[in-house]
């Protein structure tokens, strides 16, 4: 009775195995293709690697500041770049594909849902890889601030973790709003986001308030901090760790209510 006992407690755990390894083998082939697919759009690489580096090159670069200051303007364009990619596109995207054939395809698939969305994100994310990267490598030709090596790595490591629950939102407002309100609605949130919660600036008392509950001053808070030389504060990762559970609630009711 053990030896049957352990033997088919050994076959679910083969099984368990057998599954997640197929499942992490569906996520590379679904991330492989999203990939390939982007690249191939000169459209789609103009709009998340090249906007971002033409605006920190007109607006930024002629404009004489401190070095720390040149820092944290170059993370906030990084971190513009980095939104657009993760929300608006990762958000358009699935929006338009929500109703393909492609979609209806992959609804066949014994994939799970997490796995898609999951592909879905660090899809956005391998493109932000080279938006916060060209960013960079922009400012430092035109303005010749250097990061540390642990500077930028820290930089990097913070924008992609942060932008999780931008994708995250994004995913859910494509699978609640109808498709021909997606876009209005998310160049209405990302204006939102970027301009209230994004930049570190005066604003009006009322905007002022609704900006320091924004997730992507949370996130920005976390980027900044370490280029001045202090410790990442836990509230703004608290805040923002809060967020992105909610968002990602969200976006999993709004996926399978997408199914149904």
């Not at 009322?206 to 900044?224: E, I, K, N, S």
Request: aromatic share 14%.
């Amino acid at each position: 009775m053990m030896e049957t006992t352990v033997e088919a407690a050994e076959q679910i755990e083969i099984e368990e195995f057998r599954e997640w390894r197929e499942q992490a083998r569906l996520f590379v082939l679904h991330w492989e293709n999203s990939v390939i697919s982007l690249a191939r759009s000169p459209t789609y690489l103009l709009s998340t690697v090249g906007m971002p580096i033409m605006f920190f090159y007109f607006f930024i670069a002629p404009r004489a500041y401190s070095t720390v200051q040149m820092k944290l303007l170059i993370a906030t364009f990084a971190a513009f770049g980095v939104l657009a990619v993760v929300f608006v596109q990762f958000g358009s995207t699935t929006s338009r594909n929500r109703e393909s054939s492609w979609e209806r395809f992959l609804r066949t698939l014994p994939i799970d849902p997490a796995v898609r969305l999951f592909a879905g994100i660090c899809t956005a994310l391998t493109f932000s890889v080279i938006s916060i990267t060209a960013v960079t490598i922009t400012a430092m030709l035109t303005v010749h601030v250097v990061f540390t090596p642990l500077q930028f790595l820290t930089m990097l490591a913070t924008l992609l973790v942060g932008a999780v629950p931008f994708g995250l939102l994004a995913f859910a407002i494509a699978y609640w709003v109808k498709s021909t309100s997606v876009t209005p609605v998310m160049n209405t949130v990302y204006l939102l986001l970027a301009l209230v919660g994004l930049w570190d600036r005066p604003l009006p008392g009322a905007l002022r308030v609704v900006g320091t509950y924004l997730p992507t001053h949370q996130w920005m808070l976390l980027v900044w901090y370490p280029l001045v030389g202090r410790a990442w504060p836990i509230g703004a990762a608290a805040i923002l760790v809060a967020q992105g559970l909610a968002f990602g609630i969200l976006a999993r009711q709004g996926f399978k209510r997408g199914q149904s």
